[in-house]
């Protein structure tokens, strides 16, 4: 039972950071090489994490049998990993992890090939399998994020004196753990951006029935035609805060907002990963 916890812990800290790369796709900009820092990373892939990751890369065609190495397929895991979560340039890298250079190409091109959306999907398929994904109750919302350079899914920022930014749409289940997200320019309103989140969950979602409803917290801002619709055509039950409700129930209490809390946390973790 604690191994199972365990794993279970290990797959949802390395799942995060995995949505992190499906945020941030674009191509970085680079800068002139400096002298490479000799701080210690602390995100390495755990050896259980490792061997489900590893299966994924050797889905993919071998290098060519000619010209340069290919660079230690885990070691740019971990190196990918620790930019992402650090905020630092390419070239500042610790000297411990594998040239800078080949990371970025490394990290490219498994963009490219879609290695990232496959390892969410897989750590998902087996967070599920271990009773770690909660259908029931999900909730969705968005969250601005600055783009100071550039990009293509950018737009006017509303809260920010109309400074280039973007917006992800995320998708949790019930514990917080992501199932979707969809990046879009800071200008789109969320109810455009809901159902192409539903669709864009990652794993198959199990069907709703009427003895397992499927309930979808959402807040004032999908208080609309669109975001009722996307509720509806999606099966679940929509529960959206209405425009103008007061936060008291019928004796004046004040009551508190069910399981929207939920997705708001998952937006602060991963906001604790600097390079968005």
């Known amino acids: 039972m604690w191994a199972s916890r365990r794993v279970l812990r290990n797959y949802l800290k390395t799942l995060f950071v995995i ?33 489900k990751i590893k299966l994924i890369l050797d889905e993919h065609p071998p290098p060519k049998p000619t010209g340069r190495k290919r660079i230690n397929a885990r070691a ?22 594998p040239d800078d250079s080949s990371v970025h190409r490394t990290f490219q091109r498994w963009i490219q090939l879609g290695v990232f959306d496959r390892i969410w999907a897989v ?10 994904v909660n259908w029931q109750w999900q909730s969705a919302d968005t969250a601005l994020a600055k783009a100071r350079m550039g990009g293509d899914e950018i737009g006017k ?25 969809v990046v879009a320019a ?15 969950i990652i794993v198959e979602r199990q069907s709703p029935t009427e003895e397992t409803t499927q309930h ?8 609309n035609p669109t975001g009722h619709q996307a509720v509806g055509n999606h099966q679940y039950m929509g529960h959206i805060r209405r425009i103008g409700e007061e936060k008291f129930d019928a004796n004046r209490q004040k009551t508190y907002p069910a399981r929207r809390w ?10 604790k990963c600097r390079l968005l």
């Open 76 to 97: 740019a895991l971990d190196a990918i990993l620790f930019r992402l979560r650090s905020g630092c340039q390419w070239n500042h890298l610790p000297e411990e992890l």
């Open 216 to 223: 979808l917290c959402l807040d004032k801002g999908y208080d």
């Open 123 to 132: 750590l998902q398929a087996s967070c599920e399998e271990l009773g770690g």
């Open 157 to 181: 920022t509303p809260t920010d004196r109309a400074k280039p930014g973007t917006k992800r749409s995320l998708l949790t289940e019930a514990d917080g753990g992501p199932l979707a997200v």
């Open 19 to 51: 949505v992190i790369c499906r945020i941030y796709s674009e191509r970085s900009p680079r800068w002139p090489r400096e002298t490479r820092t000799t701080n210690h990373y602390p995100l390495q892939v755990p050896d259980e994490l490792w061997e």
């Open 262 to 271: 939920v997705v708001e946390r998952t937006h602060a973790w991963l906001s």
């Open 186 to 200: 800071a200008n789109v309103h969320d109810t455009k951006l809901l159902a192409q989140t539903l669709d864009a």
